[in-house]
Each structure stands twice: as C-alpha cells, then as structure tokens.
C-alpha cells in the first residue's frame, strides 16, 4: 500500500502586514537619523530620485558638549611652620618575615631611613615592610585562618593594634611601635 501526501497548497501572503512592517522600518530609520545628526543619511529606495533642485535641508541643532567641572584642589590649612615641621617629624616602620620574627623603628629622620632600621632589625632575608607611620604608632597583625600578616597605624598603640587586626581580618596582633612624637 503506497501512501501519498498531497501537496500543501501555497500560503496566502498577507500584503496588509508586510506593508505595516515596511512603514515600521521606515520610522525607525527617520527616527535614528534624527536622534543622531551626525550619521549619514539612509537613502529610501522607494522614494523617487533625488532632483538637482532641492532646497537645502535645514542644518542639524549643535549637538550638546559636554564640559567637565574644574578641578578645584584646595591643602588643608597650615597651622604650624614649616621650621617646626622639620623638627617634629619622627617616622617609624614595621617590618615581618614569613616566619614571623619582626623588626621595628622608630624616631627615624625619614621614612626611607625608618623602613631600612625596620629591615635592619629584623634580621631575615624575606622581611617585608608591613607599616609605616609618622608622629604616632604603628602595629602589626596575624590571622592564623588566612596565614597572613597585615599593618595598622593609630594616635596610640591600641589604636594601630585594632587597626591591624581589623586589616588582618582577625587574629592577633604581634609587634607595636610608637614614635615619641
């Protein structure tokens, strides 16, 4: 027993909806050529061809420049002189190894010199400077969980202790060093 399909008959083409998607398309088109005055304009291929005897279009608006605000930086007003400043700075680093042994300074002339103290005192090869701190206390941290150490400074010891802690994540704190102001 042979079986045999009939052909399907052709699909009626529904010209209402296919002229509405055209228009659709074509407002679309206007659309973005006007929201976007620099963009070339796209040509309609059902309109009739262009005549040499156009009036000119209109020019498009300016479109709007954007001008950042100024800068404006303003230092935080100076109460002291500069010749009391160079006196009054004292710096002070911590430094830790992976082992945990420390080294600290304090009172240093510069922090360049405060940090090589720190590493000085330390006596391992794979210090690192985990802190500095100026006129005031400097701490270091160890969370056992992550197995990291961290710095913290403050205006007091339990201030840069908390501080280091907090930035550790947990744990405890190990070493504290204060400047003597």
Known sequence: MEVTSKPSPPKKTNWAAVSGAAATVSALVAFLAYANPHSPPTP??????????????PAAPPSPVYTPPPLVYA?????????????????????????????ASFNADSAAAAGRQA???????????????????????????????????????????????ANAGGGHWIREACTDR
């Not at 206390?137 to 010891?157: E, F, K, L």
Request: aromatic share 6%.
């Open 119 to 165: 590493l000085d005192n330390c006596r391992r090869s794979d210090c690192t400077l985990i802190t500095q701190f100026v006129n005031s206390c400097g701490a270091a941290a160890y969370n056992p969980s992550t197995g990291r150490y961290r710095g913290g400074h403050g205006t007091t010891a339990t201030e840069a202790e908390t501080n280091a802690v």
């Open 75 to 103: 230092p935080p007003p100076t109460t002291y002189s500069l010749a009391d400043t160079a006196s009054a700075m004292y710096y002070g680093a911590i430094a830790i190894s992976r082992d945990g042994s420390s080294g």
């Open 44 to 57: 309609n291929p059902s309109a009739p061809p262009a005549s040499s005897q156009e009036s000119p279009t």
